[in-house]
């Protein structure tokens, strides 16, 4: 399948260059984190907290799945792709394969910087925009098999869940502390 890949799209021009400058992005989520810190700084100088805190949380996120991804690969040891058909187009800080840690904090960055927009149906376009190239990128590039990607892009994916269902729970916990904080002083003042 990778052969077939890499002979549909990988001879056409500016696709290797365009998928080495997608792999050195999101090389260890460098590019992921960067791009949150630029938008956490955007939205504090324009005060707007909500923003603020997602881009922080997507920053987090991404950082989280890179991590996740990396001790995964470990556990799991699947070895990169070795065939001689294969062109390998990029180095690999490991020989582990399984998940794409690309994949993987691109999926997370790209689901929670959506979000972070605010803007009404970026949570999906973001996400449908960024994602696809990448994956392809690492096809292209001959590092990962197809189901390094989509495991990579799952964990992603589960880990911007996480993130998500996190801030919702500590959103509840503040709103009920601050009911009871609210119920102690009226009955204070009575």
């Not at 922080?56 to 799945?65: D, P, R």
């Not at 070895?79 to 690999?92: E, F, L, Q, S």
């Not at 840690?101 to 970026?122: D, F, M, Q, W």
């Not at 990579?152 to 269902?165: D, F, K, N, P, R």
Request: hydrophobic share 45%; proline share 6%.
């Amino acid at each position: 399948m990778l052969v077939g890949i890499q002979d549909a799209i990988a001879d056409r021009p500016g696709v290797l260059p365009a998928a080495r400058g997608l792999s050195h992005f999101g090389e260890h989520s460098l590019g992921w984190l960067a791009l949150a810190g630029a938008g956490a700084y955007s939205a504090h100088r324009r005060g707007d907290t909500v923003a603020r805190r997602r881009y922080i949380e997507a920053g987090a996120g991404a950082f989280v799945a890179h991590a996740a991804s990396v001790v995964i690969k470990r556990v799991v040891r699947r070895k990169r792709p070795n065939h001689p058909d294969i062109r390998i187009g990029v180095g690999t800080p490991s020989k582990l394969s399984f998940p794409s840690s690309h994949a993987t904090s691109t999926t997370a960055a790209a689901i929670l910087l959506g979000r972070a927009t605010g803007k009404p149906g970026a949570q999906i376009l973001v996400p449908a925009a960024i994602v696809p190239p990448m994956l392809l990128s690492r096809l292209v590039l001959g590092v990962h098999y197809p189901s390094d990607v989509a495991g990579g892009a799952l964990v992603g994916a589960l880990t911007a869940a996480a993130v998500i269902a996190a801030e919702a729970k500590c959103a509840e916990v503040k709103s009920a502390e601050a009911k009871s904080t609210d119920a102690r002083n009226r009955d204070s003042s009575k």
